[in-house]
Nanobody
């Protein structure tokens, strides 16, 4: 069955960087759209970034120029490189397969 497991979250100071990983199993990442969605404390879900089956990346406006989404077909994994992190980026980050299958999330906290 489809399984998505996120990792790489943690506590980082403003301006720092983190790289999130999403290990996928039960399907081939290169044949589906994959997305990163986050949920900040007390707020709703926010779509952050995605990559379609052709490899084209997409970003919400607030992370453009700071985040980079990528996938490794050989490792069947999705990544999110996050640079210049801000306190507003604090959230649980989820990896999804076409917004249908979801991982359990990884916590990112940006604080001094």
């Amino acid at each position: 069955q489809v399984q998505l497991v996120e990792s790489g979250g943690g506590l980082v100071q403003p301006g720092g960087s983190l790289r999130l990983s999403c290990a996928a199993s039960g399907f081939t990442v290169s044949t589906y759209s994959l997305t990163w969605v986050r949920q900040a404390p007390g707020k709703g879900l926010e779509w952050v970034s995605g990559i379609d089956s052709g490899g084209t990346p997409y970003y919400t406006e607030s992370v453009k120029g700071r985040f980079t989404v990528s996938r490794d077909n050989a490792k069947n994994a999705l990544y999110l490189q996050m640079n210049s992190l801000k306190p507003d980026d604090t959230a649980v980050y989820y990896c999804t397969k076409s917004m249908v299958s979801w991982g359990k999330g990884t916590q990112v906290t940006v604080s001094s």
